[in-house]
């Protein structure tokens, strides 16, 4: 014997207004985290006190000069 599964259309309608709903969110809030929070990639910067003073320079929190490295 076969089953029968009964939805009804409000139930549907309102499931699908639910997903449009959580997609317009979703979708309004990352935007927003976009313009607030902006990703930045590159190599990280070493903490302030990582470095010796300046009279103690030393080449590890230098750039190498592009001379150096060509």
Do not use: W
């Not at 259309?9 to 499931?15: R, V």
């Not at 590159?42 to 030393?58: F, H, L, R």
């Amino acid at each position: 014997m076969a089953m029968v599964i009964v939805i009804s259309l409000p139930l549907i309608l309102f499931s699908v207004m639910l997903g449009i709903g959580c997609y317009l969110i979703g979708r309004a809030r990352g935007r927003q985290d976009i313009r607030t929070h902006a990703q930045t990639f590159g190599i990280p910067v070493a903490p302030p006190d990582a470095c010796p003073s300046t009279d103690q320079a030393s080449s590890t929190c230098s750039k190498n000069k592009i001379s150096e490295m060509v």
